[in-house]
């Protein structure tokens, strides 16, 4: 496959074996990369439908237990011409390297035990679930290695393994969770070893590709299938690859079929002496897996058709396959009825083109987010035997075909379907994203209403840091230890942000793979050339979502299409040694970015995503757009909040403010109007919602000066906040690195006209401290502003909603929100001085006067009573003892809440109130099985403007620290659950 791809990549020529050519490179058989043919069409399919995949531009990568180098495993296989072989086999030795490959002798035939010596080792991956983690984290290595923007299909293309009795239905694997769980189980509590084909499939589906199994085995068990469906565009199919003569024996049989007879006897035998067939020789539970799925090709079919199959292993032969196939059918009056058909040809020459369009089908569909049953059966012309979603289709070739290509030309028109609003159109999004059946399952106590998307736009670069860097200017040759590249740009850090916002921890039990986002879609909107800048940049993005999978890269590749000469903003950041950094910047496409292109964009993400919904439009950086600045950028606004539900939220992040911005006389402010008539800023200003800009570029756009007294300074910023307030704006925010924040809100007026807004944050003020970090904590303090404006945005849209559900405590294991709100509740409440409590944290619904202590109280109940066999007395003292131990800071924290409790239940005259409480006794599975309930005080209350604060602080603080700014993925719960309690200081955010 690899030689084929790169003959045709480099138009390489060569002579065949008895001299004849020179013969040209192509993709005979891969009808996703060949044109239709004659007056009727028909074959191919690249200019049937747009946005097949180039397979000249595939990443290609693998495992292999022997560690022979692939330009030599080319030679060996003695299959290519060899003038072909020597044209591609250095660059196959030299630049794609192999994974080693996790290897159970149990799983194939002793004749390939001596040669398996390129294979992780028992230190390496001592079970199955270590295996499983070696095999995502080479996934992950590969996809940024390469590049890769598009999706990935892992394919088993190994030799055949005896079946597995965990796969078969009923054998233990049939959901999802079995899966997993069995995956993490020792062999010995299992009762025996789990196929490595099994640890693949789990490994790649787990990492949002699809897995093809070109083999005989049985991977597809039911689990692997449910794992599948949890993702939209993610797909596992089989069994075993129809390559040649299979293929033509279902259009054969399909052919007597419609000619009226009845085929009741296939026979066939074929040898052949490649390597497959060398170990089904030795490996007789390998061989009885083969049959099985020989002999079940016709089973679809009703009639009892006598299908035998022999294979013989004949070195001689080596890969030239020799298949002889006699079919015998009743005709007229019960009369026989036979034919013959010979068939010669490569094994492996057959295969190739079947791999190639099954991974370009794959980024096909998941692209149009199509539907795994659908695609299922739109493949299974690739397969012996269709298993999985597929299970059942009719066998027929041509039948296949006819489903193929209906399959592909729905998903061709599903975005003009979707206008018209069919229902059977699923045009989603590239990106793979959580199930929304799934999702709904899901509890947690603040979400984002109608699972409303982001939509982040402006100004993105690569910044590519050269490490270690020497000089200091002159026209010696300095030089650097190594570069590292990431987005740079508001978009790239707000995605970053955003996108690895979750619920809970990835890779728990009850929520598998994907932890559900907090923000389900991310879409990044700015320009990128067709360069190599352009490509790694859009690696860069859809990285950030590799945990939640909810970043959509789609439309900005649409838009690279539209302007092929385009070329990407890059950053060249040297690191110096002595800590100095320098900066040499080209704008590139962000220079010509312009309002037309973005609205293009904004009308694009309308008309091709009606099954998201979005709440916000975060624009960054007009100073460093010339083309997207006054009227145009108010233009932009206008377009973006027309296809936001409820009119969404407009957020504006500012940096790059020249200095100087505004000339006033000294200690005094601009004038509402001087703003208002500010060529970057002033018409789009009416426009904005949340404005943020740190401290010195508001001196610079309002004139205002900072004494470093706290309290004159803090009046300073609520005047200069004003004149922004007063154009139009309803939230601005200020960050002042170590000071913390400053957020001043507009009034009832200007908060009516964007209803996504919390009522609770109108007309107030707040200063906020910096979010702590220890002393010895290693910053970088790059894109803070960016990933607080992302904090603040999140927080302005989370409600509670209404479940009570306490966010788990740092030092506990992870555990799902759904976990913990089954726990059986035991709670007595006869008692006069516990009409205060309720269950967990959630909020007293009797007239008594919460304070910090009872919401504490609340909390240890249900621990303290279980350690004091319900002795009353004694679970007052220890919990009175506990309080008493506590430090400032948590008494600080239950300040908090208790002041935010205040807020949020102010009673009206439609308040339930509860005069007679009465809790029963559940069993675990009874409490399981009960719906949850919802505090009707708590649905749909925002944060108060404090904890927001809070909250934004923390997300930044998140970001700047080295040691959290990499992760994948924050769960909200825990920062959440701690934005009530940051008293200290942070010395850079």
Known sequence: MLAGILANRH????????????????????????????????????????????????????????????GDALLQAQILDYDLVKQVKEEMNNNYSIFKGYYDPRFIGTSQHSTATHVLSKEEVSNASEALKCIRADIRYFKWKNGVVGHTTVIWSASVEPNSEFCVKGGGLDTAQDLLRSIAMAEEERGGPLPPSLIYATAAIMEGCSFINGGSQNTLCG????????????????????????????????????????????????????????????????????????????????????????????????????DFVEYTSLGFLSQHHTMVTYTRASDSVLCVPLMIDGAVWCDYFSRKSWNYENVAKALAYLFKVPEGAATGVDPGFFRQMQELDHQVVAAAE???????????????????????????????????????????????????????????????????????????????????????????????????????PVVSSVVPLCKVGFDNTGTKLISLLEDTGVTCRNVDIRFMRNARNRDPDATTSLAVLPIYKDGRRGCFFDAASNATFDASEMVEMIEDLANNSAENTFGAFMFGYPHLLPKMQGEALAHVFSKARNIMQDGGIIVLDLNGVPENRVQTPFGSLCSPSMLRSDPVLGPALSHVDILHMNEDEMANLTGVKFEGDSHLDTRALSSAASLFLKCGVAVVAVTRGKLGCFIKCNGEDRFAS?????????????????????????????????????????????????????????????????????????????????????????????????????????????????????????????????????????KLMYGRKCKEEAEIRKPTPDTPTAKNVSLSFFSDDATKSLPPSRNLHLANQPMNLETAAQFASLVAARHIDMSTREMSYLNINRIREQSTASPHGLEEI
């Not at 083969?290 to 079919?301: G, N, Q, T």
């Open 11 to 70: 138009k390489i020529k060569w002579y065949g074996p008895r001299g004849e050519g020179p013969l040209d490179a192509n993709y005979y058989g891969c009808i996703t990369q060949l044109n239709q043919r004659g007056v009727h069409g028909g074959v191919g399919y690249r200019d049937k439908v747009p946005g097949l995949a180039d397979a000249n531009m595939a990443a290609v990568g693998g495992w292999d237990i022997r560690p022979t180098k692939l």
């Open 223 to 322: 689990g692997l299938a449910d794992l599948a469906r949890q993702q939209l565009g993610v797909y596992c199919l089989g069994t075993d690859f129809k390559a040649g003569q299979t293929k033509f024996k279902t259009a054969a049989v399909e052919y007597l079929r419609t000619m009226g007879l009845t085929p009741k006897v296939i026979a066939s035998s074929n040898h052949l002496g490649n390597n497959d067939m060398y170990n089904l020789a030795t490996a007789k539970k390998a061989s009885d897996a083969k049959l099985r799925v020989k002999h079940d090709i016709f089973a679809p079919w009703e009639e009892d058709i006598d299908h035998k199959v022999s294979i013989m292993y004949t070195p001689m032969i080596n890969d030239e396959k020799r």
């Open 754 to 890: 964007s209803k996504f807004l919390p009522s609770t944050w109108i007309n107030k003020q707040m200063s906020v401290d910096a979010a702590w970090l220890p002393q010895d904590t290693v910053i970088n303090s790059n894109g803070a502003g960016d990933s607080f404006t992302s904090g603040l945005l999140v927080a302005a849209m989370l409600r509670h909603t209404g479940l009570d559900i306490t966010a788990m405590d740092n030092s506990s294991p992870a555990q799902s929100p759904l976990e913990r709100d089954t726990t059986p509740v035991e709670l007595d409440l006869s008692m006069e001085s516990l009409d205060s409590l309720s269950v967990g944290s959630g909020p007293s619904t009797s007239n008594k006067k919460v304070t910090p202590y009872s919401l504490y109280m609340r909390e240890k109940y249900t621990a303290l009573k279980s350690q004091s066999s319900d002795d009353k007395k004694t679970i007052f003292l220890k919990c009175h003892e506990m309080w008493e131990n506590e430090t400032e800071e948590i």
């Open 414 to 516: 599903s975005a003009s379907r979707k206008k018209d609003g069919s229902k059977n159109s699923v045009n989603g999004k590239r990106s793979v994203k959580f199930k929304e059946s799934n999702v709904d399952e899901f509890l947690t106590e603040w979400e984002i209403p109608n699972k409303s998307g982001i939509i982040c736009a402006g100004l993105a670069c690569v910044d590519m840091q050269l490490l270690s860097a020497t000089g200091a200017g002159g026209e010696a040759i300095e030089t650097f230890a190594g570069e590292k590249s990431m987005g740079g740009g508001s978009v790239s850090m707000a995605c970053k942000t955003l996108a690895r916002l979750c619920h809970v921890d990835p890779l728990d039990d009850t929520y598998m793979q994907v932890p559900p």
